[in-house]
T-cell receptor
């Protein structure tokens, strides 16, 4: 059974610092991996999607890497801003199209 | 594009009542819709997968007679929590996709509180 772990569970940084969020998984037979953002009491916003054949994806200040062999993905957020404060979730898509989520990393960026 | 609307956003009701939550894809046809539940400080857990016109497939441990799912059209799926009890209080989120392995687009969730 796939297990998805996100470390740390919570992170607080001053504005301007770079953020590094980690996601690990136990089964490398994945279809793709996604990073989502969730604001309090809200649904999910997709940030980046990495296909299983890819190593990384970039969008603006965000960069996500994928290493299937070691079962790891890392989300980098450059020059953090208070508006980046949210919970970040990684999720793996299996061959059936189902998403399995990690528990998330709660990020607070202080002005 | 790919907007998913979920309604209501928040509902409070008495124990024993049934609650219906709607999930609509506003600008695309959703062949597959998913229903998730999220408890505080925990991750999203998949409850069931529904394909338009077919019976929903429930995850292990999810009571299909308690959580009724209908996906009668390509733009609408409903989740009905029957005879709700306080332990059913949670955040319910739906997602919709154009196919089983296509990207999922999420609604804003429904906060359900059972008194």
């Amino acid at each position: 059974k796939q297990e998805v772990t996100q470390i740390p569970a919570a992170l607080s940084v001053p504005e301007g610092e770079n953020l590094v969020l980690n996601c690990s998984f136990t089964d490398s037979a994945i279809y793709n991996l996604q990073w989502f953002r969730q604001d309090p009491g809200k649904g999910l916003t997709s940030l980046l999607l990495i296909q299983s054949s890819q190593r990384e994806q970039t969008s603006g200040r965000l960069n996500a890497s994928l290493d299937k062999s070691s079962g790891r993905s890392t989300l980098y957020i450059a020059a953090s801003q208070p508006g980046d404060s949210a919970t970040y979730l990684c999720a793996l898509t299996d061959s059936w199209g189902k998403l399995q989520f990690g528990a998330g990393t709660q990020v607070v960026v202080t002005p | 594009g790919a907007v998913v609307s979920q309604h209501p956003s928040w509902v409070i009701c008495k124990s024993g009542t049934s609650v219906k939550i709607e999930c609509r894809s506003l600008d695309f046809q959703a062949t597959t819709m998913f229903w998730y539940r999220q408890f505080p400080k925990q991750s999203l857990m998949l409850m069931a997968t529904s394909n338009e016109g077919s019976k929903a497939t429930y995850e292990q441990g999810v009571e299909k007679d308690k959580f009724l799912i209908n996906h009668a059209s390509l733009t609408l799926s409903t989740l009905t929590v029957t005879s709700a009890h306080p332990e059913d209080s949670s955040f319910y989120i739906c997602s919709a996709s154009r196919g089983s392995r296509q990207p999922q687009h999420f609604g804003d969730g429904t906060r359900l509180s059972i008194l």
